[in-house]
């Protein structure tokens, strides 16, 4: 039941605005092998705040429609909005927007959306971040935010992913002041590896931190097993399920 009540709490996202709007490509970033960064130049772009996502519309010249949605990576004193899209093999939307657009391209965003899983600085800490694979989009955007605000709130992340490869903002993420930061590699570590090596587990959250009579602000997104997972283990640790504000997202969502 603790674990129902922290996962379902996104039942009825928020919206700005039910309005499209036409983005331009302004530039494009490799992230890592499977995955890059989308610059968009979004004219009348209302601002959000870390954690939203957008919905995006591509329209095909037969007129079919595809849509899926995606974390905003870039913090809300941005100029600029960006996505972080991962290539998903047999996905619809994503191969293409990771193989095939380039800058000056265009199409339709809508947004922000989601009013639950967001973090403001004035909220402060401490912050406890844990993600999945591209999970760390919207996480990395309250990094940011951090980072641009000059927070001293205390925030600590813990990164699952596949191999260090697969990380994404791997350097930005370790330049980044006053953050304790920890890999969770699950399938290939490289030599002399120190982190951990494995997948998450009561250990690591513990290990990790902060401690739940600490009162911290927990913040976990990534696929919905490794979501289900972490919300399970953090309620066991003593996180309070009201303070961990989950995101998930399923197989389908290329």
């Given at each position: 039941?603790?674990?129902?009540?922290?996962?379902?709490?996104?039942?009825?996202?928020?919206?700005?605005?039910?309005?499209?709007?036409?983005?331009?490509?302004?530039?494009?970033?490799?992230?890592?092998?499977?995955?890059?960064?989308?610059?968009?130049?979004?004219?009348?772009?209302?601002?959000?705040?870390?954690?939203?996502?957008?919905?995006?519309?591509?329209?095909?010249?037969?007129?079919?429609?595809?849509?899926?949605?995606?974390?905003?990576?870039?913090?809300?004193?941005?100029?600029?909005?960006?996505?972080?899209?991962?290539?998903?093999?047999?996905?619809?939307?994503?191969?293409?927007?990771t193989d095939d657009v380039r800058a000056g391209?265009?199409?339709?965003?809508?947004?922000?959306?989601?009013?639950?899983?967001?973090?403001?600085?004035?909220?402060?800490?401490?912050?406890?971040?844990?993600?999945?694979?591209?999970?760390?989009?919207?996480?990395?955007?309250?990094?940011?935010?951090?980072?641009?605000?000059?927070?001293?709130?205390?925030?600590?992340?813990?990164?699952?992913?596949?191999?260090?490869?697969?990380?994404?903002?791997?350097?930005?993420?370790?330049?980044?002041?006053?953050?304790?930061?920890?890999?969770?590699?699950?399938?290939?570590?490289?030599?002399?590896?120190?982190?951990?090596?494995?997948?998450?587990?009561?250990?690591?959250?513990?290990?990790?931190?902060?401690?739940?009579?600490?009162?911290?602000?927990?913040?976990?997104?990534?696929?919905?097993?490794?979501?289900?997972?972490?919300?399970?283990?953090?309620?066991?640790?003593?996180?309070?399920?009201?303070?961990?504000?989950?995101?998930?997202?399923?197989?389908?969502?290329?």
């Amino acid at each position: 039941m603790e674990r129902a009540a922290v996962l379902e709490r996104l039942a009825t996202p928020l919206r700005a605005a039910v309005v499209w709007r036409l983005a331009t490509v302004r530039a494009v970033r490799a992230e890592t092998p499977g995955a890059r960064t989308l610059v968009l130049d979004v004219p009348e772009w209302p601002g959000h705040v870390a954690g939203q996502h957008v919905d995006v519309r591509l329209t095909a010249e037969d007129g079919y429609v595809a849509e899926r949605s995606y974390s905003i990576a870039s913090p809300p004193e941005a100029a600029d909005v960006e996505l972080t899209i991962e290539r998903i093999d047999d996905g619809e939307v994503s191969p293409y927007l990771t193989d095939d657009v380039r800058a000056g391209d265009q199409f339709e965003v809508r947004g922000p959306v989601g009013g639950h899983f967001t973090w403001r600085v004035e909220q402060g800490g401490p912050l406890l971040l844990v993600a999945g694979g591209s999970g760390l989009v919207p996480l990395m955007a309250m990094l940011r935010h951090r980072a641009a605000q000059r927070s001293d709130a205390e925030a600590r992340v813990l990164v699952s992913a596949r191999r260090i490869e697969d990380v994404l903002y791997r350097d930005e993420l370790q330049r980044l002041a006053g953050v304790q930061l920890s890999f969770a590699l699950t399938r290939e570590q490289p030599p002399g590896w120190t982190g951990f090596g494995r997948r998450i587990d009561a250990a690591m959250i513990e290990a990790v931190g902060p401690r739940p009579e600490d009162r911290p602000r927990v913040f976990v997104c990534g696929p919905t097993a490794f979501v289900e997972r972490a919300a399970d283990l953090l309620v066991a640790a003593g996180h309070d399920p009201r303070a961990i504000r989950a995101e998930r997202f399923g197989p389908t969502g290329g």
